[in-house]
């Protein structure tokens, strides 16, 4: 079987996202004859294979204030590496650009007869860190520009729920890193039941 990860929190500098999937796949590695796919952005478009790993990495500009990480920008480089790769279960851990390619090869895949899951992966509270927060977080200039920001935030902040939510509606799958974190989850409306993985 051969299992991909798809995300944007994969750097040379990452936390606990870069520790979850070197440990999945240090996991397989030892205990299985499973594969892994990891599909992240880069400087440039590469390829590295490793035993049982491969790495895409698919050249990506930063995201804006949060340098080292990149954002992806070209779903048919994610699509291609998905077609050439051909996991069994892919995991979403970033829901911008990936989920679409993501949904197009799983559903090509099932149209062609062949199974594939696909999971979503609530690392954290999207809507709020990575769109509401930087607009609250703006310098003050003046009582109006702090109200219009605190609007601005909140409508972002509701689109993107709604957003994120969609997609999550859309997997096979739904994974949170907490209890807190599945709360947050139903908050964005996305119904049914999570797995919580500590």
């Given at each position: 079987?051969?299992?991909?990860?798809?995300?944007?929190?994969?750097?040379?500098?990452?936390?606990?996202?870069?520790?979850?999937?070197?440990?999945?796949?240090?996991?397989?590695?030892?205990?299985?004859?499973?594969?892994?796919?990891?599909?992240?952005?880069?400087?440039?478009?590469?390829?590295?294979?490793a035993?049982?790993?491969?790495?895409?990495?698919?050249?990506?500009?930063?995201?804006?204030?949060?340098?080292?990480?990149?954002?992806?920008?070209?779903?048919?480089?994610?699509?291609?590496?998905?077609?050439?790769?051909?996991?069994?279960?892919?995991?979403l851990?970033?829901?911008?650009?990936?989920p679409?390619?993501?949904f197009?090869?799983?559903q090509q895949?099932?149209?062609?007869?062949?199974?594939?899951?696909?999971?979503?992966?609530?690392?954290?509270?999207?809507?709020?860190?990575?769109?509401?927060?930087p607009?609250?977080?703006?310098?003050?200039?003046?009582?109006?520009?702090?109200?219009?920001?605190?609007?601005?935030?909140?409508?972002?902040?509701?689109?993107?729920?709604?957003?994120?939510?969609?997609?999550?509606?859309?997997?096979?799958?739904?994974?949170?890193?907490?209890?807190?974190?599945?709360?947050?989850?139903?908050?964005?409306?996305?119904?049914?039941?999570?797995?919580?993985?500590?």
């Open positions: 079987m051969k299992f991909c990860d798809i995300t944007l929190s994969y750097t040379e500098t990452s936390g606990g996202i870069r520790t979850y999937i070197d440990a999945k796949r240090e996991y397989l590695n030892r205990h299985t004859d499973h594969e892994h796919v990891l599909i992240i952005p880069g400087e440039t478009d590469e390829t590295i294979t035993g049982p790993n491969t790495t895409y990495r698919i050249a990506s500009p930063y995201l804006p204030g949060c340098k080292p990480y990149r954002v992806f920008w070209r779903p048919d480089k994610i699509k291609y590496a998905l077609d050439e790769s051909a996991p069994d279960a892919v995991e851990g970033s829901f911008y650009v990936s679409w390619p993501t197009r090869y799983c895949q099932r149209d062609a007869g062949r199974h594939v899951v696909v999971g979503g992966y609530f690392h954290s509270d999207i809507a709020d860190a990575y769109v509401a927060g607009i609250r977080n703006m310098p003050h200039w003046s009582d109006l520009t702090d109200w219009l920001e605190d609007r601005l935030a909140d409508l972002a902040e509701s689109g993107a729920e709604a957003y994120v939510g969609a997609v999550f509606e859309r997997c096979d799958v739904r994974l949170a890193a907490s209890s807190p974190q599945a709360t947050r989850l139903l908050e964005y409306g996305v119904n049914g039941y999570f797995d919580v993985v500590p």
